[in-house]
C-alpha cells in the first residue's frame, strides 16, 4: 500500500511541475503578445497603417501544425478550445474588441459557437438579424461578428451583399465556426465576419460575390465561370436590391483567390455587361473535419 501511495504521490508531483511549466510557458507567450502590441502600436504612430489584431489566417496555421503533431489521449477538439482561449486574450490584448452575434429564431447555438472561437469572456452582443450584425461590424472598427450560413436562396437584399471587397473598409467573411468538425454530430455552422482582410493560410475557400443582369441564366453564368478556370459551388442567391431586377450570388471558390486574380478579370472580360460586379468578399481556413472511429 505505502508503494502504491509513493508511486501515487509522486505522478501527482510530477503533473504539478509540469503544471508550472506550462503556466511559466503561458506567462512568456503573454508578453511576446504584449511585445507585438507595441511594435504595432509604434508603427502606426510612425504613419504606417495599423496592423489589424486579428489574422485568421495565422490562427489557422497554428492549429493545422498542432494538430498535425498532435498524439495522445487528449482530444483533438479539446486541444482546439484550449488553443481559441490563448488565441483570445492574445487578442484582447492587443486590442479590446466584442463579438455581435445572431440570436434570431431563438439561435442561442450562435452564442456558443461565439464564445468557443472567440473565448468564452469576450463581450458579446445578440441580434435578432443577420443584417444588424454586418451593420455593427461596419460601425464598429474592431468588433467580430457571427452570422448563420445563408439560404440556397434569400428572400429580398441578404445580409452577405452588405460585406466589403477588399481594400475597402467594412467586415468580410473571415472564418467558417466550427473550425474542428465531427461528421457524425448535427453541429450547428456559423461565418464569422470582422474587418480583416482575406490571407491565405495554405488550405482556403474563398467567398465571391457576383452580381449579374437579370437576363442572365445560372447555366450561362457557369459556362463562363468554367472558362474563366473557376471551380465553384453556390453557397446562395438573392437580389441587389429591394426591388429586385438584378441578382447576385454568393459562390465559394476553392483555394485562395486575390482581388487581382486574373481569373476574375477574365470572367469580367468574357461576361461583358452581363456581370456587374466581381468581388471576393472574404473567406476562410477550411475547418478540419474528424475522421469517425470505427466500431
Known sequence: ????????????????????????????????????????????????????????????????????????????????????EIIAASLQGQTKFQVHVFTGDNQMAFLDLAHAHFGSLTPVRGHSRASAVVQECALEVDSLGVVPLPDMEEQGVPWWAQLAAPGQSGPRIIAKLPFIVHPEENQPTAFAIGPVEHEPSGDDTTLVLIETEAGLSRASLNTLLKAAGLETSLISAGQATEKGGDGILLLAVNGFVPANDPRLAALQTAAGDAVLRVTPVGGYANPIVLVPVAR
Open 1 to 84: 500500500m505505502s508503494n502504491r501511495t509513493e508511486t501515487l504521490g509522486g505522478l501527482r508531483a510530477e503533473i504539478d511541475a509540469l503544471d508550472d511549466q506550462l503556466h511559466d510557458l503561458l506567462i512568456r507567450r503573454t508578453e511576446i503578445t504584449r511585445s507585438i502590441a507595441k511594435v504595432k502600436h509604434a508603427a502606426s504612430d510612425s504613419g504606417e497603417k495599423r496592423a489589424p489584431a486579428i489574422h485568421p489566417a495565422r490562427e489557422a496555421q497554428i492549429l493545422y501544425r498542432l494538430l498535425a503533431r498532435h498524439k495522445g489521449d487528449l482530444p483533438r477538439r479539446v486541444v482546439v478550445r484550449i488553443w481559441r
